[in-house]
């Protein structure tokens, strides 16, 4: 399975962005999707999921500002991020897993085997 994420870019504080994970090897639907984030010195935090189930789960600051979805048709995975803040400046991973974790589990970046490369996301004040 390889991830490929895109839709990053500079942004101003309140803007908007897009990214997008395409999934290849796989499809989107037998995957339980995520995103994480890492700003730099510090760790890759979670961000979003979407179970396979249709729950999302999203980072309590991002809550009314971030959507995760999935699109089967295009076997891709995406990331809408409104309002955006300094503060979400950070390289964007996309990442899954074919297993069903439970909640507690969903947020560990551990419990994801596939992997993409990151994309910049730069928000200026």
């Known amino acids: 399975v390889q991830l490929q994420a895109s839709g990053g870019g500079l942004v101003q504080t309140g803007g908007s962005l897009r990214l997008s994970c395409a999934a290849s090897g796989r499809t989107v639907s037998s995957l339980n999707p995520a995103w994480f984030r890492q700003a730099p010195g510090r760790e890759r935090e979670f961000v979003a999921a979407?179970?396979?189930?249709?729950?999302?789960l999203i980072l309590d600051s991002g809550k009314g500002r971030f959507t995760i979805s999935r699109d089967n048709a295009k076997n891709t995975v995406s990331l809408q991020m409104n309002n955006l803040r300094p503060e979400d400046t950070a390289v964007y991973y996309c990442?899954?897993?074919?297993?069903?974790?439970?909640?507690?589990?969903?947020?560990?970046?551990?419990?994801?085997?596939?992997w993409g490369q990151g994309t910049l996301v730069t928000v200026s004040s």
């Open positions: 979407l179970r396979r189930t249709g729950t999302t």
């Open positions: 990442a899954a897993t074919p297993r069903n974790l439970i909640l507690s589990q969903t947020r560990v970046k551990e419990e994801y085997e596939y």
